[in-house]
């Protein structure tokens, strides 16, 4: 059943401006929402972004509202619009996999140490001391080795192969600030979905999304110890070396390359074809097909520039000891 903004605010005890008839289909982040969707936005939000959203209605700071009058449909107005959206996922949301019933399929194997709650498909293989939560799927032919934990709200797309110790579904890093000054936990509900044919290493992480899920498309493979975090979207077939770190709600391209220790800061979007080389840290957007190194990452031929010249000027420079 959809509820109207004027329902979403009278749920919350908070006021409203605009179209309060206006029922949004569901939820989504401030820069991906449509406009028959609702979103929300907090008061250290860049006005850029603001303003690029697209989204039907807005759980929104009221102080940034007095001072930006966003043209959205609906605004409901709040002075936690963090710990509103929470509240409002809790005790809202439903993910269409918790009302699968769990089962097995005939042709399954499943290992007899392994812990299965939810749904497992024909051909699947679940190895020792894995953990598969109610309200997941492992699609069909999908592997899990060893110690593997698959939490609520996963979907695990066909053929994945899923090596010993990942972790995939996690709670987000995600913390809202609570009015007496300390930190909370934020609930991550929207879970995570693995395309077809992903790889994900061993004793690497994929985190749960806040009201998205956290996306990775068709034949992502990722190697060790890396860590993907709430909110990532990864395109297909883009690869990822040992020990690189993906912050919450950043894009990644299909086709992207990146190497051992390569970190992209949080919100970022790396386009197609791009790559990363070993350590590189992207802390602005990294454009389509580009290689970049360095920290902060930026053009190769830049930074082996920057290196040369580096090197070049210690050269020239006088010996102290003389």
Known sequence: MLISVAQYAALLGRKFTGDGSFCPISFASLGRANPDQLAFCEGDVPLR??????????????????????????????DDPYGDMERLMVRLFRHPLEDRAPSIAP?????????????????????????????????????????????????????????????????????????????????????????PDCLIGANSVVAAGFVEPTTLGAGVCIDSSVQVAHNVRIGDRSMFAAHVDLAGHC????????????????????????????????????????????????????????????????????????
Request: glycine share 14%; charged share 20%; proline share 6%.
């Open 251 to 322: 894009t990644i391209g299909s086709n992207v390359r990146m190497g051992g220790g390569a970190q992209v800061a949080g919100g970022v979007t790396v386009g197609d074809g791009a790559t990363l080389l070993a350590s590189a840290g992207a802390t602005k957007d990294v454009p389509p097909g580009e290689v970049w190194s360095g920290f902060p990452a930026r053009p190769v031929w830049e930074w082996r520039r920057s290196v040369a010249a580096l090197h070049d000027s210690r050269r020239k420079a006088p010996d102290s000891s003389d």
């Open 49 to 78: 972004e603001l303003q690029a959203s697209r989204a039907g209605v807005l759980l929104i700071d009221e102080k940034l509202f007095d001072a930006q009058h966003p043209r959205v449909r609906a605004c409901i107005l709040s």
């Open 107 to 195: 042709s399954a194997q499943i290992h007899p140490t392994a812990v299965v709650e939810g749904v497992v498909e024909a051909g699947a293989k679940i190895g020792p001391h894995c953990w598969v939560a109610r309200g997941s799927r492992i699609g069909s032919c999908a592997r899990l080795e060893a110690n593997v934990s698959v939490y609520p709200r996963v979907d695990v797309g066909e053929r994945c192969v899923l090596l010993a110790g990942a972790v995939v579904g996690s709670r987000g890093f995600g913390f809202r600030r609570r009015p007496d000054g300390t930190e909370a936990p934020v609930e991550h509900r929207a879970g995570v979905v693995l395309g």
